[in-house]
């Protein structure tokens, strides 16, 4: 096939004028076209340009090769890359017939793929997930935002679909991909209900409610291929033998043996971190990123973004990314930005107030919302490998106190933030947080090198996003929950550096940051792992 990039199209073209502009631009008759794949459609909005999309895609032809010729010195006519997925083995290779199952703990974004993907390949992994399936996952966690009910085990990070589900379900990432794992995991969500187009538009989201089902029917479609999911069954140890994994110890259950164990825990198992820190396994701290949320107007954002393209429906709500470098030498910037959403409660631990942000598919609420953070280093908090959880928690506890004691969370409009004063009102912009935001100062939130550098970096960002620094826009806190504290880490073939057969994976083991991400790393991990049943 053959991919021409850069092919740019008025907005509101009409669909046939996509096949005309392929035509002209190659300079064939339509008889000669025989198949046309978009492969990704952006946008250019800039202010004083004509709105249009930029697509690149992916062509059968006739006689494709005297047109690669013909285009051979066009960087936009190319021929296009294999981006199928091949998979590595099959569980018949295996010498003869038999092994012990895989078993993967977690069933996020990482969980999902690394069983999938060994579930496509003969290998019927068994998964342990502590929480539960995700609709009555989904009750537990409205029991926290409406009636102020935490279920340890049942939240906004434990549970069938992992903190992925309840978020924006962005579907982006920069990480490198050149085997093109990504366009894996988008074709299997499609193949469970996600929209298709989140195959070429350049920022793929699906929504929360729209997750829920895409999940239930990935968790469906592993287990015809004869995987298992288990619900309920919190890992609590790990047996160990001679520096190989022999099984897994569940909370109410008999031992499990194994000896490929994938770790998919997502980042907030800190719990099953003091587990596996306890039985020797390798691992040490990482930067992170600790803040608030901020909320404005969608319809600020949209018009500082869009300009006079903004509520453009073809469009949609816009986003943003934003990073300063403070005075004090911290990093400062935007993290998992939610057009048209609201701030979540996303605390897994009682008397802990956490924040997150969410949108649906439509992305029409009325503000937008995005984590405002800080990085840190393990030399902020020294201690050695489950020092930043220790971090995190002190943070999040001070948080659940500012707010009241009751899971609201502290607030401050930025305009009193910004000098210094305890808010006592709010303005034009009401929060979205469920239970509630209690109004109050956040300097005592954060460290004070935190606080210093967000007081910083808001007022520089109103130089790009005009009216970000409104006084009435609300911060919320606190955003501790941007990547696991730390890594547990692996070798070339996946596996735990001194613990064979033991394979951290995804958010949770510091090797991901996304539904993406996460979910392209389980593939890898599933790959290393029936590799390892190939070559005993």
């Known amino acids: 096939m053959i991919r021409i990039t ?69 960087i936009h006519v190319r021929q296009s890359p294999d981006t199928s997925y091949h998979f590595v083995a099959n569980a018949s290779q295996v010498k003869n017939g038999s092994f012990e199952r895989p078993v993967v703990i977690g069933f996020g974004p990482c969980g999902i793929f690394a069983a999938l993907v060994l579930a496509q390949m003969g290998f019927k992994p068994i998964v342990l997930e502590r929480g539960k399936p995700v609709r009555e996952r989904t009750q537990d966690t409205w029991g926290l935002w409406r009636k102020n009910i935490l279920n340890p085990e049942s939240n906004v990070q434990f549970g069938e679909g992992g903190a992925g589900t309840f978020s924006d379900g962005k579907l982006y990432s920069q990480i490198k991909d050149p085997k093109f794992y990504g366009r894996k995991v988008i074709a299997e969500f499609i193949k469970a209900g996600a929209p298709e187009e989140i195959r070429y538009v350049a920022k793929p989201h699906i929504g929360t409610f729209r997750l829920v089902g895409v999940v239930e029917r990935m968790r469906q479609e592993i287990i015809r291929l004869g995987g298992e999911i288990r619900f309920s069954q919190k890992v609590t140890g ?54 608030f949320r901020i909320e404005h107007p969608q ?54 107030v956490v924040t997150n942000g969410m949108s649906q598919y439509s992305r029409n609420e009325r503000n937008a919302n995005a984590g405002i953070v800080v990085g840190i280093t393990p030399e902020d908090y020294p201690g050695g490998p489950l020092a930043g959880i220790e971090f995190q928690r002190a943070l999040e506890s001070k948080a659940y106190e500012l707010g009241g004691s009751t899971y609201e969370a502290p607030g401050q409009l930025v305009g009193d933030f910004l000098v210094g004063k305890a808010s006592t009102d709010f303005g034009s912009v009401i929060p979205s947080y469920k239970p509630g935001v209690h109004l109050t100062d956040l300097a005592d939130a954060l460290p004070p ?39 547990i880490t692996r070798g070339a073939n996946f596996q735990s550096l001194n613990i064979k057969g033991l394979y951290p994976a995804g958010e949770g083991a510091g090797y991901a940051g996304g539904i993406l991400s996460a979910g392209v790393d389980g593939i890898k991990v599933a790959e290393a792992v029936a590799l390892d049943y190939l070559s005993q």
């Open 238 to 291: 790990f047996d160990i033998q001679d520096n190989q994994i022999a099984g897994v110890k569940i909370e109410g259950h008999p031992d499990l043996p194994a000896d490929h164990v994938v770790l998919a825990l997502g980042h907030s198992a800190r719990d099953t971190f003091e587990a596996l820190y306890a039985a020797g396994v390798y691992m040490e701290a990482k930067p992170f990123s600790v803040g």
């Open 6 to 74: 850069e092919l740019r199209l008025p907005i509101s073209h009409a669909p046939e004028a996509l096949e005309e502009a392929i035509l002209k631009r190659l300079g064939i008759h339509a008889q000669d076209l025989i198949r046309v794949d978009v492969f990704k459609r952006s946008y250019d909005a800039r202010k004083n340009v004509a709105l249009a999309f930029i697509y690149t895609v992916d062509l059968a032809v006739k006689d494709e090769e005297k047109l690669l010729k013909q285009f051979a010195n066009d």
């Open 449 to 487: 090198y935190a606080i210093e550098a967000i007081r910083e970096a808001i007022p520089a960002f109103e130089k790009q996003i005009k009216g970000f620094s409104m006084k009435d826009a609300v911060l919320t806190g606190i955003e501790t929950r941007t990547s696991s504290p730390l890594r």
């Open 299 to 352: 319809s600020l954002i949209d018009k500082a973004r869009l300009g006079p393209h903004a509520g453009n429906e073809l469009i949609g709500a816009a986003d943003y990314k934003l990073v300063h470098h403070a005075k004090n030498g911290r990093a400062v910037y935007s993290f998992c930005m939610c057009p048209g959403g609201t701030v979540v409660a996303a605390t897994s631990e009682p008397n802990r």
